[in-house]
């Protein structure tokens, strides 16, 4: 087995950082009521600003500086998100709570065209999602994980190359285990252990009677002397990921930035499954005012309809950036999220050797989910033929999503008369003179229907196609009841 680390030193902050492109400087507060910096950004850095510092003391440097409170369930989540997306690259992955993610990767290497390649795919995404995090690969989960806190960029392939990777680490690295404790590392420090080849050097027999048996088994874990089963991480059926902005906004551009992040790993989660979305929804989360929201909703849903089975994110950003420079904002956006479930398979998209730009640029789906975005569901509709001889009830407005999503018999148009019918027929009959009999070119076609709908559904009308003096061709009638008048109804193309 090979296994890549993914260590997050700065989680506390990036989940935070992540959403924005550009703002003031930003630090994060730990728990009250000692509320202490524990992470700040490079701008906040810049300014003196520093982790230990108290509230005060961070104002004092930087009067514009930014603080929030660390969010530890937001951490867990955004962990969690950050696993869902990494099944792109492999299905074995595991959590290593509270800011570590483990990959096993010997499966995918071939698939990457290597280790190099696979490890720099991983960055690049990791990139998209706008996290940095430090990697690296070893034989044992636990060695991927210390080599990547402390020292970071090692690719270790065989179980060989571990004791003169592992044993230089410094002994600090064991006080992130849970199962040491610091009268352990009290006890290693003071008898001048500093790094893991000092310990390896003691008697395992005293190191177990002075209660320090869970180093040597650590240790044993990390060399592969002992196996080191992980719990595999589960994806979700049901995708929800939530980015809080690091200042409420209303611009369109900052929105869209940190929507970016949320689709990068809605598309890991996708192609996870190979799988796509014909639709998913976009929450806006406003500002709260005090405790309570002024006057509006606490959150409006945006659904995206796609217009076709797709994971295409170029196609999720255009979409979303149609409904979104629509939408009137009642207040300032202080997070997003994302929502999608129902993933459909997906087959892979074909291509053609000479043309591969071509399914590309016919993609009528995209052009109806483009103009519904822009103009609104009600102003998009289909037309689609109606069993009925009148003229004026033989079609139908249709909802182009729900026709597109029919069933091969329900979509069939309804059979078309084999008389002629105009290209444009006119909202109402137009009276009109009597045409000349050598202007009467085909007819009669006897219409006489809707009965069942009383007198104002009813008609009895002969039509026929008549030419007009400037030669267009025009579908008339006249009436077989009295007063027997003529009217044009519409015109052929």
């Not at 990547?148 to 190359?161: E, K, M, N």
């Not at 499954?273 to 405790?291: C, D, M, V, Y």
């Amino acid at each position: 087995m090979l296994w890549c680390a993914l260590y997050l030193p700065d989680l506390a902050l990036q989940v935070f950082t992540r959403g924005r492109s550009d703002s003031p400087p930003l630090a994060v507060l730990g728990p009250r009521p000692r509320q202490r910096v524990v992470a700040v950004d490079a701008a906040a850095m810049a300014r003196g600003v520093a982790t230990g510092h108290s509230r005060a003391g961070a104002l004092a440097l930087a009067p514009d500086l930014c603080l929030i409170e660390r969010d530890l369930r937001q951490e867990l989540a955004t962990l969690t998100d950050i696993a869902s997306w990494a099944g792109c690259f492999t299905p074995s992955v595991s959590l290593d709570p509270p800011d570590t993610l483990l990959l096993e990767i010997q499966a995918s290497l071939r698939l990457f065209g290597g280790l190099a390649p696979l490890c720099d795919a991983i960055r690049a995404g990791l990139d998209e999602l706008g996290f940095t995090a430090q990697l690296a690969v070893a034989p044992t989960p636990l060695a991927a994980r210390w080599l990547a806190r402390g020292a970071a960029g090692s690719l270790l392939q065989t179980p060989a190359g571990l004791p003169d990777a592992l044993d230089p680490l410094p002994l600090g690295l064991l006080a992130h285990e849970n199962t040491v404790g610091a009268d352990s590392l009290e006890l290693l420090a003071g008898i001048g252990a500093r790094c893991m080849a000092d310990v390896r050097r003691l008697p395992r027999s005293g190191l177990a009677r002075r209660q320090a048996g869970a180093v040597i088994t650590l240790l044993d874990r990390a060399y592969g002397v002992l196996p080191d089963p992980r719990p595999w991480f589960v994806p979700p059926e049901h995708y929800s990921s939530r980015l809080p902005l690091p200042a409420p906004s209303d611009q369109t551009d900052i929105l869209l930035f940190g929507l970016r992040r949320l689709l990068a790993g809605l598309s890991g989660w996708l192609d996870a499954r190979q799988a796509g979305l014909e639709r998913f929804t976009l929450i806006l989360e406003f500002e709260r005012i005090g405790s309570i929201h002024r006057g509006h909703e606490p959150e409006s849903r945006i659904e995206i309809v796609l217009g076709a089975l797709s994971r295409d994110m170029a196609r999720f950003q255009l979409l979303t950036r149609e409904h979104l420079s629509r939408k009137a904002l009642p207040a300032p956006v202080e997070a997003l999220r994302l929502e999608a479930d129902a993933p459909r398979p997906m087959a892979p998209p074909r291509t053609d050797f000479f043309d591969v730009q071509a399914s590309e640029d016919n993609d009528p789906g995209l052009l109806l989910a483009t103009l519904r975005a822009r103009l609104g569901n009600a102003a998009v509709h289909c037309l689609a033929p109606h069993p009925d001889h009148r003229p004026e009830q033989a079609w139908r407005q249709t909802d182009p999503q729900a026709s597109a999503l029919q069933p091969g018999p329900a979509r069939q148009a309804a059979a078309l008369p084999n008389a002629p019918r105009p290209l444009w027929l006119l909202p109402e009959p137009r009276p009109i003179a009597r045409p000349a009999p050598e202007n009467i070119l085909a007819g009669p076609e006897r219409i006489e229907s809707g009965w069942w709908d009383g007198s104002d559904g009813e008609i009895s009308r002969d039509y026929f196609v008549a030419s007009r003096q400037d030669h267009t061709l025009v579908w008339v009638f006249r009436e077989s009841r009295p007063p027997h008048g003529w009217f044009l109804h519409g015109y052929f193309s």
